[in-house]
């Protein structure tokens, strides 16, 4: 009997770390394509983005976004595919409230700016990317109260689509932006 509920225990571990291992590593920052991995990172030096109701409109970021060819497995050469450069259909920026009481940013929580190069080639490709447009600094300056700061979270995460093979992945950078903003 305890036999039998051992072996229940473990297949049950097994299927669950099977399952968890799904997806494309979209929180890691990666994505995979017929020919190409990219990864997304921020390549600013601040860790923050402080707003005021003087800052000009719209704030970028600085993205790297690296496309690598696949290798040959065992023989270490570049892979015989043509690699593909890869176009980007969307960026997408979520503001999440870093705190509780910040005021919640409706239909401005998730903003899709557009692309400063939207073509990614094979290496490093610095993109740009509207953290803070327009319409969200107009928000908060009509409901943060004067002499008060309020903070947000600023995930991006890019949709991007493989010129020559079409196959598309969503590629998140990992951590966070924080915007900061005193009105």
Same mark, same amino acid.
């Given at each position: 009997?305890?036999?039998?509920?051992? =072996?229940?225990? #473990?297949?049950?571990?097994?299927? %669950? =770390?099977? =399952?968890?291992?799904?997806?494309?590593?979209?929180?890691?920052?990666?994505?995979? #394509?017929?020919? !190409?991995?990219?990864?997304?990172?921020?390549?600013?030096?601040?860790?923050?983005?402080?707003?005021?109701?003087?800052?000009?409109?719209?704030?970028?970021?600085?993205?790297?976004?690296?496309?690598?060819?696949?290798?040959?497995?065992?023989?270490?050469?570049?892979?015989? %595919?043509?690699?593909?450069?890869?176009? %980007?259909?969307?960026?997408?920026?979520?503001?999440?409230?870093?705190?509780?009481?910040?005021?919640?940013?409706?239909?401005?929580?998730?903003?899709?700016?557009?692309?400063?190069?939207?073509?990614?080639?094979?290496?490093?490709? =610095? %993109?740009?990317?509207? !953290?803070? *447009?327009?319409?969200?600094?107009?928000?908060?300056?009509?409901? !943060?109260?004067?002499?008060?700061?309020?903070?947000?979270?600023?995930?991006?995460?890019?949709?991007? *689509?493989? *010129?020559?093979?079409?196959?598309?992945?969503?590629?998140?950078?990992?951590? #966070?932006?924080?915007?900061? #903003?005193?009105?």
């Amino acid at each position: 009997m305890l036999y039998r509920y051992l =072996l229940g225990l #473990f297949c049950a571990t097994c299927a %669950i =770390l099977v =399952l968890a291992s799904c997806g494309d590593s979209k929180a890691n920052g990666t994505g995979e #394509f017929a020919t !190409v991995q990219a990864v997304a990172n921020y390549t600013g030096t601040a860790s923050s983005i402080d707003l005021t109701p003087a800052t000009a409109v719209p704030v970028v970021a600085p993205y790297t976004i690296t496309s690598t060819a696949y290798t040959v497995p065992s023989t270490g050469s570049t892979s015989p %595919i043509v690699v593909s450069d890869l176009i %980007i259909n969307r960026i997408t920026v979520t503001l999440v409230p870093a705190l509780t009481s910040n005021p919640d940013l409706g239909t401005l929580t998730t903003q899709f700016p557009t692309a400063s190069q939207p073509l990614v080639v094979p290496g490093a490709n =610095l %993109i740009n990317v509207e !953290v803070v *447009q327009a319409a969200l600094k107009t928000f908060l300056q009509a409901n !943060v109260p004067t002499g008060t700061t309020v903070s947000y979270r600023a995930y991006v995460s890019f949709d991007m *689509q493989e *010129q020559n093979t079409r196959r598309s992945a969503t590629v998140t950078a990992p951590g #966070f932006l924080v915007v900061n #903003f005193t009105n």
